[in-house]
């Protein structure tokens, strides 16, 4: 007699066959736990500066130093944990947001769908990066002034309030798809007997949405959220390339990218400087898209292989 298995065990089995989900999910987690480990065992300060400028990789400096004379190795790990983490935070608020007002204007429907969705569409017609842009610049010119007067900015306050102002940028943009996909869910969720059953019964609109329509679109959130990190590590990577995210001395996988295209020059071509950051994001954008592709072949309810 063959065991009948849950939908969870059959999801993780149908993942197991995706072996290119399953090598990318090992390497995120081996990377993750890396950097996360490594200003521990180590002493060398990603932003000390030393007479050994653009030095090529050596067994001291593995991937060599930059222009102020600074370890690129340690430099890149610690701006790895800056885009993974603008990644992470990113696509939370794309999650919150997009799912709660994907959820409502799908049950709701009627007029209030219609508005909400308008509004939607209203952000999708914008440039998402200039929208970041824009958004970033006029929340800090609104605020640096303030900041300044009261004697906030102190020390690492003023790379901690950009960096909350990244949050929001990428965040209010990153949740138009997530809201749109999970509309699309609820509005055929809404109809389903368990819902109408527990309407008759008396639950209110914000019960059956948060006890009964959120849970069976998770499956679907958890894989847009999963493609959502690479795209809001990619537009950090080239907020900071443009100078705008990540400052220096602080690091993302971006402004590091930046550093070495501006050592690239007709006498001298630092290569070490470019190559390894860059071959990180590649290898980081590659591995999370092939993990949300395996989690979605996986959650998908068709797919009954």
Request: glycine share 8%; net charge positive.
């Amino acid at each position: 007699m063959s065991r009948i298995l849950s939908p969870s065990r059959l999801a993780f089995r149908r993942f197991k066959k995706n072996r290119l989900a399953v090598i990318s999910a090992v390497y995120l987690v081996l990377l993750l736990v890396f950097i996360l480990i490594y200003p521990f065992f180590s002493d060398v300060d990603p932003n000390e500066t030393s007479e050994f400028i653009n030095t090529a990789p050596s067994l001291s400096h593995l991937f060599g130093t930059d222009d102020h004379g600074r370890d690129l190795f340690s430099r890149t790990l610690y701006g790895t944990r800056i885009s993974f983490l603008v990644g992470s935070v990113g696509a939370l608020v794309s999650l919150v947001i997009g799912v709660l007002w994907g959820a409502t204007a799908g049950y709701l429907g009627g007029k209030i769908d219609s508005i909400m969705m308008r509004f939607v569409d209203v952000l999708y017609s914008l440039p998402s990066i200039v929208f970041v842009i824009a958004l970033m610049t006029s929340l800090e010119g609104i605020t640096q002034q303030w900041f300044s007067e009261t004697g906030l900015l102190q020390g690492n306050s003023g790379h901690i309030v950009r960096m909350l102002f990244l949050f929001i940028g990428l965040g209010a943009v990153s949740w138009l798809t997530m809201a749109r996909i999970v509309r699309g869910q609820v509005l055929s969720l809404r109809e389903m007997a368990f819902v109408e059953a527990s309407r008759i019964l008396g639950a209110s609109h914000l019960r059956i949405i948060l006890r009964h329509i959120i849970p069976n679109i998770a499956g679907v959130a958890i894989v847009y959220l999963a493609l959502t990190v690479p795209a809001i590590i990619l537009n950090e990577s080239f907020l900071s390339y443009l100078g705008i995210g990540v400052q220096p001395p602080q690091a993302s996988l971006g402004s590091l990218i930046a550093g070495g295209a501006g050592q690239i020059n007709p006498l001298k071509i630092y290569w070490w400087t470019i190559l390894y950051p860059t071959s990180l994001l590649v290898t980081v954008l590659l591995s999370l898209n092939f993990l949300g592709d395996g989690l979605r072949d996986a959650l998908d309810p068709r797919n009954v292989k």
